[in-house]
């Protein structure tokens, strides 16, 4: 039978459900961006909290600035907005229903619901989840991109913008007139200084059209820097399967991995949830969290992921089980990344890489080297090249990382080395497709992106390294620069 909120009691013994009335909460969040991944971590701890009879007044609205969540939003009203999560523990999988979502707003072109519903004083916390490279940044100064059309729509039609952060600023407008104070812009991406970045895209695009409502929401509005945490593959037959194997019929169920962390920086202007009660930690420190996580765990994500696909290994726990892309990514790690992360209270780079080793390993997890490899163009701009220059920099070891890149490259050809093609994996595949065919022959085709390597393709022992890397792979295959790297 289909998951309803009136059949939670129909459901198997084995299966938690919420014990809160849910008729009873009222909103305090929008998420904007619903993802998989929201939906098992920020909406999970916030279940936690109903389920100790607290929070119950910040329940979730769930939204969405495009029309392709249309599909899935239909999925989740029709299931009361329910959401079965399934824990992927190597020693038994689990499920649980989470009950913290409460709405899913229209999906519209001018974004008026969405707007009418963040400028309500009962939302506080507009939370988002929309993608690393979703924030209009440019990625080689790390300044605000306003030339992109997006922004220069918003710019010239505030009162119905196309973004999600037009339609912040537009509800933040309304709650100004009305003498109300503003939400806090709680970014929950994989970005380092992800609500400094949430800021800065908010109050820059502001700014274009309106400098004294620019001035007034950087003066009010608060937006917490966060570290999020939990490996969430992608739904697919495999995860629906889960589901019903453990008695629930649930048309958007979500899988995720026994472990999550959540450091949240305390400065949340119209209150928060006591996240803390169900784990989660708030901290001062929040970017050195994210940098060990970003440097070492996204990072070697895409170590391996990239390699993954080139050799036709469709998992990330198959790559931690193939010596040659497992032996890239230890040495890697250990030599040219953890020099360069501090360590956390109770958290050495060093014990931080077993965890992700083993994390990774973690077979009950299907997350696909697709899923990982996709949207490069952010997530190496984002998780190695910084490592890579602070290398060049201090004249640490930089070899594995220019390999990381060769390999990237390598993968945006299209093809693998069996022979198969590689869809389009990247929002701007097309550019990079181009760059990487032109770099089998003149791998300094590809480091001519100035979009995404900026000043680094003229670093010499950067540029000698990948040349090296590419054409071996091109010569050699990918295993063999592997091997001749671990050597
Ligand atoms: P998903 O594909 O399930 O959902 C992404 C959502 O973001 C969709 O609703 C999509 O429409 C929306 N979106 C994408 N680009 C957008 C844009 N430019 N503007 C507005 N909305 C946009 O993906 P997910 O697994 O939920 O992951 C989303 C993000 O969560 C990741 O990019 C990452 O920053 C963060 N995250 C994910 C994981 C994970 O393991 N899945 C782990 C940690 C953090």
Not at 148 to 168: E, I, L, S, V
Not at 289 to 314: C, D, F, T, W
Not at 425 to 431: E, G, L, Q, S, V
């Amino acid at each position: 039978m289909p998951l309803r909120n009136a059949k939670l009691g129909c459901l198997p013994d084995s299966v938690s459900v919420p014990v809160y009335d849910r008729k009873a909460l009222t909103p305090g969040i929008v998420h904007i961006g619903l993802g998989n991944f929201h939906r098992a971590h920020q909406a999970w701890y916030l279940h936690r909290l109903m389920q100790y009879g607290i929070a119950h007044d910040w329940a979730i609205i769930g939204a969405s600035v495009r029309q392709a969540d249309a599909p899935q939003r239909d999925r989740l009203l029709a299931q009361d907005c329910l959401t079965t999560l399934i824990e992927l523990d190597p020693s038994g999988i689990s499920a649980e229903v989470v009950g913290s979502m409460i709405g899913y707003l229209p999906i519209e072109d001018d974004n008026a619901a969405l707007i009418a519903q963040m400028a309500d004083p009962a939302i506080r916390i507009v939370a988002l989840t929309v993608t690393e490279g979703g924030y209009y940044v440019d990625p080689v100064t790390g300044g605000f991109d306003a030339m992109h059309p997006d922004m220069q729509h918003d710019k010239a039609h505030p009162d119905t913008p196309r973004t999600a952060f037009g339609a912040m600023i537009a509800a933040l407008r309304q709650r100004r007139d009305a003498g109300i104070g503003p939400f806090a812009g709680q970014s929950c991406d994989n970005l380092q200084g992800n609500g400094a970045i949430l800021r800065q895209t908010v109050v820059s695009l502001a700014r274009l059209s309106d400098p004294a409502l620019a001035d007034w929401i950087d003066q009010n509005a608060s937006f917490p820097n966060a570290m999020v945490d939990c490996i969430v593959p992608a739904t697919g037959p495999a995860e629906l399967a889960l589901a019903r194997a453990q008695g629930v019929d649930d048309a958007a169920p979500v899988a995720h991995e026994n472990y999550r962390q959540w450091v949240i920086e305390d400065d949340f202007c119209a209150g928060r949830p006591d996240w803390d009660q169900a784990g989660a930690t708030f901290s001062n420190a929040v970017h050195r969290y994210e940098a060990m996580k970003i440097r070492m765990l996204n990072a070697g994500h895409q170590l391996i992921a990239n390699a993954g696909e080139i050799l036709s290994v469709p998992t990330i726990s198959g790559c931690m089980e193939h010596a040659g892309i497992a032996g890239f990514f230890a040495r890697v790690e250990r030599a040219e990344i953890a020099p360069h992360v501090d360590a956390v209270p109770g958290i050495t780079p060093e014990s931080y890489l077993a965890l992700i080793t083993a994390r990774f390993a973690n077979t009950a997890i299907v997350d696909t080297s697709r899923r990982v490899a996709f949207d490069g163009s952010s997530r190496h701009t984002g998780f190695i090249l910084p490592t890579l220059r602070d290398g060049l920099a201090a004249g640490t070891p930089i070899d594995g990382l220019a390999l990381a890149e060769a390999l990237w490259a390598r993968m945006c050809e299209g093809t693998r080395e069996d022979g198969t093609e590689i869809a389009p994996n990247d929002p701007h595949w097309d550019t990079l497709q181009a760059a990487a065919k032109a770099a089998r022959d003149n791998p300094g085709a590809w480091l001519s992106q100035q979009q995404v390597y900026g000043d680094l393709a003229d670093h010499p022992a950067f540029a000698a390294a990948f040349d090296r890397w590419l054409r071996m792979i091109w010569q050699d295959g990918a295993e063999a620069a592997l091997t001749a790297y671990a050597a």
